[in-house]
């Protein structure tokens, strides 16, 4: 580990189990002796926060709360915020105001928030005034510790507001409640050291602090045990994995060891940042037949002197010469991009270089965003003199050649038979993705969800593939 690493002890993780108990406790008289206790939690954001949320479910557990989807049946809700983007932060808002009027009707029931949104103390202070229907609010350092913060607010009866000013701290043995199904997230890392211009994560989540490879396989044991068919490897920034361990482990060499963990199951990660995907990562993936031939590598702009500004640290050469080594390597790999239209600065002409790139690149699908003013950023004190209208003609620009890149891809799907793991259900059925991550939609039994399939595909549109199940695996 590195020296600005902090990890919980274990005498830490032993305290806060005991907080667990005594909450346990303290809700039987608050609540009624009998009482099936139910908590809400809800995950806004990236699947980073969705583990989060499955943290925080595992030790709500323990309380020995049951989970409801319904905010009139909950005696807890929990929302774990993001704060990646404004929309984000408008909803969480607007979602908080709306449950003032079940706290006036049930007053023993208790609000909280939590996340990368509470991590920002102006943010917290507007909760604060605003919004005396919150119980607590911790922010992303504090979530080891989610059990000692109920506990004082049960037993003060008053709000407790927790924003620790930190680095991030490293907790292992907290419990997990991961919902039964097809798929599994594992986190590998959090935080992130490289303070792109435009981001808040750095400034919300914490310098990068990897967990051990042994916890990481241990857990990847357990998720394959029991049942799970897809496991993604998360972190800010997947491909600096192991920057901050002693002996020199890095992420190719993790992939490796997940890859040999026993049990018929694909693995995906994200998110990976351009400059740290190396050529043996490349080479990793092509070797390891878990590995899904589907990479998600966020460019954010086409133009060097925009990625200059974004503090990006690479240049549109080195990303298309990382695309074509995959391509050589890779059989039938694809990958998806994260976009940013009018970030400070930009002109029409670095866009349409950001629209060359994507006409060249040939992305099998796009996260495209306008760019979001975020506080305490660089980016935000930068000049934008672009309108938002312009902004927007821009925008629908890109996603109209994706739309015809996209469509150029489902026809060219037409007639193949490819391996698909069947996740779900749709209005034909079934739905179910390949390993480079295409939707296909075919009729067949509930029975077959989590199975790996055969799958013809015999018809595309614009959006969607249909197909027949040639074989069950």
């Known amino acids: 580990m590195s020296e600005k690493t902090v990890v ?19 809700l039987k008289p608050r609540f009624g002796e009998g009482h099936t206790l139910l908590a809400l939690v809800h995950s806004y954001g990236c699947q980073q926060n969705t583990s989060d949320g499955e943290k925080l479910m595992g030790m709500l557990a323990e309380m020995g709360f049951g989970f409801t989807e319904t905010p009139a049946d909950a005696d807890l809700i929990l929302y774990n915020t993001c704060a990646v983007r404004e929309n984000a932060e408008v909803k969480v808002f607007g979602n908080v105001g709306e449950l003032s009027h079940l706290k006036k009707a049930r007053p023993e029931m208790l609000i909280g928030l939590c996340g990368c949104m509470m991590q920002q103390s102006h943010i917290a202070e507007k909760i604060k005034k605003s919004y005396p229907q919150v119980d607590f609010v911790f922010g992303t350092h504090s979530l080891p510790k989610f059990p000692e913060i109920l506990r004082d ?50 400034l919300v989540r914490g310098r990068e602090r990897s967990r051990r490879p042994e916890d990481v396989l241990k857990e990847a044991r357990e998720i394959a045990d029991a049942g799970f068919k897809e496991i993604t490897l998360l972190g800010q920034n997947v491909n600096s994995y192991g920057n901050d361990l002693e002996g020199g482990l890095r992420f190719p060499e993790l992939l490796r060891k997940v890859n040999g963990v026993p049990g018929d199951f694909w693995i995906r990660f994200l998110s990976s940042h351009p400059k740290d995907c190396t050529k043996e990562l490349i080479d990793t993936i092509a070797d390891c037949e878990k590995v899904c031939n589907h990479i998600y590598l966020p460019v954010q702009s086409g133009s060097n002197r925009v990625l200059k500004l974004m503090n990006r640290n690479y240049t549109v050469e080195w990303y298309k010469e990382l695309i074509s080594y995959a391509r050589e390597r890779i059989p039938g790999v694809m990958f998806t991009t994260d976009l ?105 039994e509930e029975s077959l969800i989590g199975r790996f399939l055969q799958v013809k595909v015999v018809s595309a549109d614009k959006h969607n593939l249909t197909g027949e199940i040639r074989a069950v695996e």
């Open 153 to 202: 607010t049960l037993k003060s009866q008053k709000r407790v507001f927790q924003v620790e000013e930190s680095d991030g701290v490293l907790a292992e043995g907290i419990p997990v409640h991961r919902t039964p199904g097809v798929k599994a997230s594992l986190p590998i890392m959090y935080g992130c050291n490289n303070f792109c211009t435009y981001c808040v994560v750095p």
């Open 8 to 26: 919980m002890p274990p005498e830490e993780i032993a305290r806060q189990k005991g907080f667990l108990l005594e909450c346990a406790e303290l």
């Open 340 to 444: 940013i239209v009018g970030f400070p600065g930009e002109t029409e002409e670095d866009f349409m270089q950001t629209l060359s790139l994507v006409n060249e690149v040939k992305f099998a699908s796009l996260f495209t965003f306008i760019y979001s003013k975020r506080e305490g950023t660089r980016a935000a004190k930068m000049e934008d003199p672009v309108p938002k209208e312009e902004k927007s003609r821009w925008f629908a620009m890109l996603l109209d050649a994706q739309r015809k890149i996209g469509a150029d891809y489902y026809k060219g799907y037409v007639g193949k038979t490819f391996r698909v793991l069947c996740d779900g259900k749709s209005p034909l059925g079934l739905a179910g993705r390949t390993e480079f991550n295409a939707v296909i939609d075919f009729p067949g």
